[in-house]
C-alpha cells in the first residue's frame, strides 16, 4: 500500500514542490542474475522543494531512517546533484521529506530506489529546462546504481529484461501475468549486497551456464505466459548456493518452501525470501509452511507487482 503523502512537508518560497513515489524492486528472480527485475507494491516517497539559495534540509521517516545521513552524503541528494551536473545546471536549495517502506539491506532495492528517487526529482525540479526521457534516466540511474536490474523496475514498473548494450543501458518492459502473486518474507537481519557479490566465484562450470540461460528464458514465459511453470523457471545455479553460507535461514526457507513445490527464491542479494505464488491461497499455504520450518521471525508481506514504476507529481500540476 501507497503511504499518505502530506502536503504539509512543502515550504513557503520554494520555487517548486515535487512529490515522488517509487516501488520497491526483486532482482535476479531466481536465474536471472542482474537481468530479470520485478517492481513490487511496497513504496517509498519523497516530497522535495527547490529553492533559489543553498539550503540542504533533509527529514527521513520508516525503514533505515536511523542509519541514513541527512546532509550532502544521502544518496537520493547525491543523485540529484549527479543529475544537475550532467544536465551542466546549477543544484538548488532543497528541502525533502522521505517517507520510507521499503525494507533497508533486506534484498528489495533499497539503495536503487533512492537512486531512483533522486532522478525523479530531479527530472520534476528541471522539467520545462531539461528534457530527460526514458533511456536518459536508466542511463543516470545505472551510473550510480552500477548495473540496471533494481532501477529499470524502479523505474518503468512491471517485469523488465535489463542489459548493457552499444548505446549503454537498455530495458524491455513486460506485464506479468495476472495469475502471479508475489509474497516476500522479510527477516530483521540484513545482507550487504557487496558482500553477497564476493562470495560468488569468477567462473562457473559450463552446465551451469547452460542451465541458468534455460531457466531465464523459461521465467519468462512463466511470469507472462505460463504460471505452472513457475517451480522449474526459478531454479539457479549460479549465485544463490554460494551466497547461502552468508545467510543460512535464508537459504533454508528458500529451500523448505521449495520442497513444497512453492516457486521460492532468495530477493536481490538477500536476505529476504520472494515467493512467485499463483494466487492468495498459495500464498497463505506457503507462509504456514515458513512457519513450521524455520525458528527466525519473518515478516509475510502479500504483494502486487507494481505496474506504474515511479512516479513524479508536480504539487501544483499532476502526475508524469
Not at 499455504?285 to 524455520?294: F, I, K, L, N, S
Amino acid at each position: 500500500m501507497e503511504p499518505v503523502v502530506s502536503e504539509a512537508h512543502a515550504v513557503e518560497g520554494a520555487l517548486r514542490t515535487v512529490i515522488v513515489t517509487v516501488p520497491a524492486t526483486s532482482a535476479n528472480l531466481g536465474p536471472g542474475f542482474d537481468t530479470l527485475g520485478l517492481a513490487l507494491s511496497i513504496y517509498d516517497t519523497l516530497t522535495a522543494s527547490s529553492f533559489d539559495d543553498d539550503r540542504l534540509e533533509i527529514e527521513v521517516e520508516g525503514s533505515g531512517a536511523a542509519e541514513i545521513p541527512t546532509d550532502a552524503s544521502n544518496l537520493v541528494v547525491r543523485t540529484i546533484a549527479h543529475v544537475y551536473a550532467d544536465a551542466g545546471r546549477r543544484m538548488p536549495g532543497l528541502r525533502i521529506h522521505a517517507l520510507n517502506g521499503v525494507p533497508h539491506g533486506r534484498g528489495l532495492g533499497s539503495s536503487g530506489a533512492a537512486v531512483t528517487a533522486g532522478i525523479l526529482i530531479a527530472k520534476g525540479l528541471l522539467a520545462g529546462d531539461v528534457d530527460l526521457d526514458d533511456e536518459a534516466l536508466l542511463r543516470l540511474a545505472t551510473e550510480l546504481e552500477g548495473h540496471p536490474d533494481n532501477v529499470a523496475p524502479a523505474l518503468f514498473g512491471g517485469l523488465t529484461i535489463a542489459w548493457m548494450g552499444e548505446r549503454g543501458p537498455q530495458h524491455k518492459k513486460l506485464l506479468v501475468h495476472r495469475g502471479v502473486a508475489p509474497l516476500v518474507f522479510v527477516p530483521g537481519f540484513t545482507m550487504s549486497t557487496s558482500l553477497a557479490r564476493s562470495l560468488q566465484p569468477p567462473h562457473v562450470p559450463r552446465e551451469d551456464a547452460v542451465f541458468n540461460v534455460s531457466r531465464s528464458a523459461l521465467l519468462v514465459a512463466a511470469l507472462t505466459q505460463s504460471p505452472e511453470l513457475m517451480l522449474d523457471a526459478t531454479a539457479d545455479r549460479l549465485h544463490q548456493d554460494y551466497r547461502g553460507a552468508a545467510m543460512p535461514e535464508t537459504l533454508r526457507l528458500v529451500q523448505a518452501l521449495r520442497a513444497e513445490g512453492f516457486a521460492a527464491v532468495v530477493s536481490g542479494a538477500g536476505p529476504s525470501v520472494l515467493v512467485l505464488a499463483d494466487g492468495p491461497g498459495t500464498r497463505q499455504r506457503a507462509v504456514e509452511v515458513a512457519d513450521a520450518v524455520t525458528d527466525t521471525p519473518w515478516d509475510a508481506h502479500m504483494l502486487a507487482v507494481d505496474v506504474r514504476g515511479g512516479t513524479v507529481r508536480d504539487r501544483a500540476e499532476g502526475s508524469t
